[in-house]
């Protein structure tokens, strides 16, 4: 199968950034855990570090920032924001 190739922005917050690079400097896209049983929508998530089965996802890089992204779910000329929220260890990465 021919994975398709994807123009897409990421815009990173400066918090988001420096968290990232203390994490190792790998940012993962893919698609987000859902509970339910009445939606076909897909969600995009986003966690520090490389994806499982990293072979089924595309990488760029991007402010010194390695991105997988499941080029399925992201969508073309789409801009996604990356934000840190939370604080002390409940730091979490949010994808919008």
Do not use: R
Request: proline share 4%; with cysteine; net charge negative.
């Amino acid at each position: 199968m021919v994975k398709p190739q994807i123009d897409f922005q990421v815009d990173l917050s400066k918090q988001s950034m420096d968290y990232i690079k203390e994490h190792g400097g790998i940012l993962t896209l893919e698609k987000a855990p859902q509970t339910g049983c009445c939606t076909n929508t897909v969600f995009v998530g986003v966690h520090p570090g490389k994806p499982e089965g990293e072979g089924f996802f595309e990488v760029k890089e991007q402010d010194g920032i390695l991105i997988y992204y499941d080029t399925f779910i992201i969508k073309k000329d789409k801009c996604y924001e990356v934000v840190l929220e939370g604080f002390w260890k409940w730091k979490t990465l949010e994808v919008y």
